[in-house]
């Protein structure tokens, strides 16, 4: 059938607009004279410019520099010219004179304004650009530290959950007594215990530490019954509980004492690309180091240095790096059970009641090695299942999960294995080092091998250094941390560090949302390689150091704080922690006498008492150990850590039959 004419001339219009229209949408170039046509979109950054223009010219304040200008060049100038000229030759200077000292401050003065102008524009919106980046890196640091607190918690399951939540209550300085009540009802399932401990608090917030004491007789002998109940399940959570019992609450200045070796588990990982050697109470520790440091916390370290003869030098450098080495080995060889129990907890195949901190290795060595052998039996079962009838879907979810489980804690503790085997060669050569220190010393005895007290630079000598970031380096580590959480899209940074797909997803869920543990035990290792560069982490002094101060305490981080609020509480923070050296200082003194075997004179524990506060009779325990176990500290392990075996071949065929049935 034919079209009629009115309508094909519609279809043939409606055709060419069309064509009109998507010819606009998709600009071709012109192939006579190489020019775009069409329609392009772009971002018109003539209002951007604009405004950066406007914020430097109130910046400047350019009314109040004109005419502050003004006077300084004209009457300023004047007066001081004539003054000068009439005290120096006794008349009036000349009026060529006046006018170019006048022209010359005008020409002066305009010529620094519009250099100032011309900075702020270029470099100063740089580094302002670069102070915004530090605020928003402190305020992701803020969010990522609470999320971490979540994992830690999420982690758990059971009771186990509800101790640490209570534990993480009663670590608040600023804990109502309802908070106090809530958290010994988690702790313990008293709510009587919880209503008189919040009476406690009540008294404590007035000062009455009388009315304190008449409670704690009265109930001393129902607190000490649930207290010996709950010590052996949750042991921090319970001497929090106690302290809050007998009304002691952690002050500022005290701080928080690091995890201990944590900097070095998170270096491992980073070296051995195994991030499961980092717990959970490790990345918030890296992350809350990463919040005082940009915050302006500075933290004062201990170490000491040897000024002297070259071959003395030579043997105390040798020995140095070989207690150095050994020390990093015997931690690591700790760290890895420890890394391997916090997965097994995770997966649920450990309690964590009987993974606690304070276990001793060679006992948590005994149940992970049981968790694993069980873990092994019921991978075996299956197998033995399998021979007979097909698995069910949920069977061959849970041997997946199995079996995934058991791979990763075989690697850990293949890992554990080999730190063991490190750690023997590291102690043999601690005391070849330690043996050739005594005989250089025996034979040519010097002053100079023992601990300096007073000016100079021979000897022995105890050198303090600060751990800070100037505000280059604050700005560097921001950017850096930044980049890596995909928020900085405007500059790119060259460096170790890549994009994580948090850059993909941060326009569909809040940072604490996305953060998983896989997410933030990255994320802590990206931490540690950003303040490497500033503060030299890997540096083994630095990490003895650290672990010897407290950090800041963070329990007033709560959920939906502003920028401002979170960098207030930082930098509050900052100033108020102590630097306590007591401790670093004793330390100190014991790898002298031990390792060195210098001999602590009154002098030295009177200048370690009255510099950094080290504690007298710590001091003279160590003095006394000098005497009576002369040559004998470094030939034994003061720390033996436990006999971690080859890992079991009847693991690997576990993992080999699950590997098969999955297939």
Not at 230 to 237: G, M, S, T
Not at 242 to 271: K, M, Q, S
Not at 574 to 602: C, F, S
Request: aromatic letters at 6%; one cysteine or more.
């Amino acid at each position: 059938m034919a079209v009629p004419n009115t309508a094909r001339s519609a279809l043939d219009w409606n055709e060419l607009m069309l064509n009109r229209l998507i010819k606009r949408a998709n600009p071709t170039t012109d192939p006579d004279n190489n020019t775009p046509t069409g329609v392009s979109f772009d971002h018109d950054r003539t209002d951007q410019q604009l405004q950066r223009w406007q914020r430097v010219l109130r910046r400047t304040r350019l009314s109040s520099n004109l005419l502050s200008l003004a006077w300084t060049a004209g009457p300023v100038t004047a007066l001081g010219l004539t003054g000068g000229y009439m005290v120096a030759y006794g008349k009036l200077p000349h009026t060529q004179l006046l006018i170019y000292f006048v022209t010359f401050s005008v020409l002066s003065g305009v010529i620094g304004l519009l250099a100032k102008i011309v900075y702020d524009s270029t470099w100063g919106s740089n580094k302002e650009r670069a102070q915004a980046e530090v605020e928003k890196a402190i305020d992701r640091l803020g969010e990522l530290i609470l999320a971490t607190r979540d994992l830690d918690v999420e982690s758990l399951e059971g009771n186990a959950r509800r101790f640490e939540a209570a534990r993480q209550l009663l670590r608040r300085i600023d804990l109502s007594p309802e908070g106090v009540a809530l958290a010994s009802e988690d702790l313990t399932n008293d709510r009587e215990l919880g209503r008189f401990l919040a009476q406690i608090d009540n008294y404590r917030r007035c000062g009455l530490r009388s009315r304190i004491r008449d409670l704690n007789i009265r109930y001393e002998e129902h607190f000490t019954a649930v207290y010996e109940r709950i010590r052996h399940e949750a042991p921090l959570a319970a001497a929090a509980l106690r302290d809050r019992f007998y009304g002691h609450v952690p002050r500022l200045r005290d701080g928080i004492p690091r995890n201990e070796a944590f900097i070095e588990r998170a270096l491992a990982a980073f070296t051995e690309q195994n991030a499961l050697l980092l717990t959970m109470s490790d990345v918030e520790e890296m992350l809350g180091l990463a919040f005082e440091l940009l915050n302006g916390r500075e933290i004062t370290i201990l170490s000491f240095t040897y000024g002297g003869r070259w071959r003395f030098a030579k043997a105390f450098e040798a020995l140095e790096r070989a207690r150095s080495r050994y020390r990093l080995a015997l931690a690591a060889s700790d760290n890895r059970l420890r890394a391997l129990a916090a997965h097994l907890v995770e997966e649920g195949a450990l309690p964590y009641e009987r993974a606690a901190e304070e276990l001793p290795s060679a006992t948590l060595l005994e149940r992970i090695t049981a968790v694993m052998n069980q873990l092994k039996r019921r991978i075996d079962a299956y197998h033995r299942y399998a021979q007979h009838r097909r698995l069910t879907r949920e069977q061959r979810t849970e041997l997946r999960q199995r079996a995934r489980t058991l791979s990763t804690a075989v690697a850990l503790y293949r890992a554990a294995h080999e730190a063991i085997q490190t750690l023997g060669s590291a102690h043999a050569e601690l005391i070849r080092a330690s043996q050739a220190w005594d005989a250089l010393t025996q034979q040519q005895y010097s002053p100079d091998s023992t601990l300096r007290i007073g000016p100079g630079r021979l000897g022995l000598r105890i050198v303090e250094r600060t751990l800070s970031l100037d505000e280059e380096a604050c700005e560097d580590v921001s950017h850096k941390l930044l980049a890596y959480l995909g928020e900085e899209p405007d500059r790119r940074v060259s460096g170790s560090h890549q994009a994580h797909p948090y850059a993909a997803s941060q326009s569909i869920a809040p940072l604490h949302e996305r953060l998983t543990p896989s997410s933030a035990r990255d994320l802590a290792i990206e931490v540690a390689l950003a303040l490497e560069p500033h503060i030299q982490l890997s540096a083994p002094e630095v990490q003895r150091g650290l672990a010897a101060t407290q950090a800041s305490y963070l329990g007033d981080l709560e959920p939906g704080m502003s920028t401002r609020e979170k960098r207030r509480l930082g930098e509050a923070m900052a100033h108020n922690v102590a630097d306590d050296l007591g401790r670093a200082a004793e330390q100190l003194a014991l790898a002298l006498v031990r390792h060195y075997h210098v001999e602590l004179t009154e002098e030295a524990k009177h200048f370690l008492e009255e510099r950094y506060g080290a504690r007298p009779a710590v001091l003279e325990t160590i003095a006394r150990s000098q005497v009576t176990d002369q040559g004998t500290q470094i030939s034994l392990l003061s720390r033996r850590p436990p006999p971690v075996r080859p890992p079991r071949r009847s693991w690997y065929r576990s993992l080999v039959r699950a590997r098969r049935l999955l297939s």
